[in-house]
C-alpha cells in the first residue's frame, strides 16, 4: 500500500517546487469533519466533528513528505470551484501564507489554487483574491478552536515568498528526521 505522506512525490513534474507542488486532500470544502492522515497505516480517520456551526471554507490537507514544526505534514488549503475527495492528490500552486499559534505551537497554513480549475488557476497571489475570502478562512479558524477550548492566535495573510521559504524548510526537515528515523509512522 502506498503511504500518503512517505511515498508520494511533491513535486510536479516540469515545474518548480516550491512554487509548484502535490497536495494530498484530507478534508473536502463544505465539510464539517476533521478528518486527519493516521501516520502509522497511511489511511484517513475521522478525528472529531467540529463543534461549531461551520464548515471548512476550502479544501485542507497537506504536501507529502513534509515536516512542520508542529511535528505533522505542512497544511495546505487549496482554493477550488469544486470539493475535493478526501484521499484525492492534487496539483497546486501556492499563492500565499497564513500563519497562526496553535496552542503554542506555530502552525502555517499555505494557501494555495489548484492548478487545473479555470477560475482560481489565474489568481497568482493573495491580494488577487477578494479580501472577504481570508476574513471567513481566519474566522474559521478561531471560531472552531474557540469552541473546543483551545487558543488560538490568527495572523494576516503572507505572500507566496513567505510560503514558498516554509515549503521548501519542511521539506527539508522531512529528510533530516527521516534519515535520522525520527519520523513518525515511517516503517524501517
Known amino acids: 500500500m502506498v503511504h500518503p505522506w512517505h511515498d508520494v512525490t511533491p513535486a510536479i513534474q516540469g515545474l518548480p ?8 486532500i484530507e478534508i473536502p470544502k463544505g465539510s464539517s ?20 456551526a461551520v464548515y471548512y471554507p476550502a479544501n485542507y490537507g497537506f504536501i ?4 512542520a514544526e508542529d511535528d505533522d505534514p505542512l497544511d495546505v488549503l487549496v ?15 501556492a499563492v500565499g501564507m497564513m500563519t497562526m499559534v496553535d496552542q ?4 502555517h497554513k499555505i494557501i494555495a489554487v489548484l492548478r487545473d480549475d479555470p477560475i482560481y488557476s ?3 497571489k493573495v491580494s488577487d483574491f477578494p479580501r472577504h ?14 469552541l473546543e477550548g483551545k487558543e488560538v492566535m490568527v495572523d494576516e ?7 514558498h521559504a516554509i515549503i521548501e524548510d519542511s521539506l527539508a526537515r522531512y529528510w533530516k528526521s527521516r534519515q535520522q528515523g525520527q519520523i513518525k509512522g515511517l516503517k524501517t
Open 17 to 24: 517546487l516550491p512554487q509548484n507542488f502535490q497536495a494530498v
Open 33 to 52: 469533519n476533521k478528518y486527519e492522515l493516521d501516520k502509522g497505516t497511511g489511511m484517513l480517520k475521522l478525528d472529531r466533528v467540529l463543534s461549531s
Open 64 to 67: 507529502p513528505q513534509t515536516l
Open 79 to 93: 482554493y477550488c470551484t469544486e470539493e475535493i475527495p478526501a484521499m484525492c492528490l492534487c496539483q497546486a500552486r
Open 104 to 107: 503554542g505551537q506555530p502552525d
Open 122 to 124: 489565474e489568481r497568482e
Open 133 to 146: 475570502i481570508f476574513k471567513m478562512l481566519r474566522r474559521f479558524f478561531e471560531d472552531y478552536k474557540t
Open 157 to 163: 495573510m503572507l505572500p507566496a515568498e513567505a510560503a
